[in-house]
C-alpha cells in the first residue's frame, strides 16, 4: 500500500518545487538553544529520549545562531536581556522561525512589572506560541508541528513584495 499501488508500474512520483522545499525545511529545522527559565528543563526534556525531536531532524540544539533557523524562546526575556535576543535573532540565516514558548515568553506570564518583557513579540516576530507554564514536552511537539503546517503551506519561491 504506497505510491506503487497508485501510480501502477511507472516509477514516477510529481510534486511541484515548492512542496519540495518545504518539505525539505521541515525536515531539517535546527533549533538554537535559548533556554531562559523553567520553560528550558521541558525543553531539554522534549529533545531527550522519551520524546525524542531527533525523528523530526531536530536532535542537537544549535549554540550558535548562525547554525540555526528556528528560534525557541523558553522562559521570562528581561528587558536587560531583549537586546541580545534580537542581536541573535539578526544573525540566524534566512528562513528563519519563532516559536514562544511557556506563558513568560508568549505574554509576560505572571511577572506583570517594568523588568520583563510583555511577550518576545515586543522584540522579534512570533510564529507560533505555545501555552502552559511550564508547558510539557507534548504541547512543545504540537507546536513544532504546527510551525511544520504553517512552512509546508507558505510559498517560498514566490517573491515577497
Same mark, same amino acid.
Given at each position: #500500500?504506497? &505510491? %506503487?499501488?497508485?501510480?501502477?508500474?511507472?516509477?514516477?512520483?510529481?510534486?511541484?518545487?515548492?512542496?519540495?522545499?518545504? =518539505?525539505?525545511?521541515?525536515?531539517?529545522? =535546527?533549533?538554537?538553544?535559548?533556554?531562559?527559565?523553567?520553560?528550558?528543563?521541558?525543553?531539554?526534556?522534549?529533545a531527550?529520549?522519551? /520524546?525524542?525531536?531527533?525523528?523530526?531532524?531536530?536532535? @542537537?540544539?544549535?549554540? !550558535?545562531?548562525?547554525?540555526?533557523?528556528?528560534?525557541?524562546v523558553?522562559?521570562? +526575556?528581561t528587558?536587560? #536581556?531583549?537586546? &541580545? @535576543?534580537?542581536?541573535? /535573532?539578526?544573525?540566524?540565516?534566512?528562513?528563519? =522561525?519563532?516559536?514562544? #514558548?511557556?506563558?513568560?515568553? !508568549?505574554?509576560?506570564? &505572571?511577572?506583570?512589572? /517594568?523588568?520583563?518583557?510583555?511577550? +518576545?513579540? %515586543? +522584540? +522579534?516576530?512570533v510564529? &507560533? /506560541?505555545?501555552?502552559?507554564?511550564?508547558?510539557?514536552? %507534548?504541547?512543545?511537539?504540537?507546536?513544532?508541528?504546527? @510551525?511544520?503546517?504553517?512552512?509546508?503551506?507558505?510559498?517560498? @519561491?514566490?517573491?515577497?513584495?
Amino acid at each position: #500500500m504506497g &505510491v %506503487e499501488t497508485k501510480l501502477g508500474n511507472m516509477g514516477i512520483v510529481t510534486t511541484t518545487l515548492e512542496e519540495a522545499v518545504n =518539505w525539505a525545511r521541515t525536515r531539517a529545522m =535546527w533549533p538554537l538553544l535559548f533556554g531562559l527559565a523553567c520553560c528550558a528543563i521541558e525543553m531539554m526534556a522534549t529533545a531527550a529520549s522519551h /520524546y525524542d525531536l531527533a525523528r523530526f531532524g531536530m536532535e @542537537l540544539m544549535r549554540p !550558535s545562531p548562525r547554525q540555526a533557523d528556528l528560534m525557541i524562546v523558553a522562559g521570562r +526575556v528581561t528587558r536587560k #536581556m531583549a537586546p &541580545v @535576543l534580537r542581536r541573535l /535573532y539578526d544573525q540566524m540565516a534566512e528562513p528563519k =522561525w519563532v516559536i514562544a #514558548m511557556g506563558d513568560c515568553a !508568549s505574554c509576560g506570564g &505572571v511577572f506583570n512589572n /517594568y523588568a520583563v518583557l510583555q511577550g +518576545v513579540d %515586543e +522584540v +522579534v516576530p512570533v510564529d &507560533v /506560541y505555545v501555552a502552559g507554564c511550564p508547558p510539557r514536552p %507534548e504541547q512543545l511537539i504540537h507546536g513544532i508541528l504546527t @510551525l511544520h503546517a504553517k512552512v509546508r503551506a507558505s510559498h517560498p @519561491l514566490r517573491q515577497q513584495g
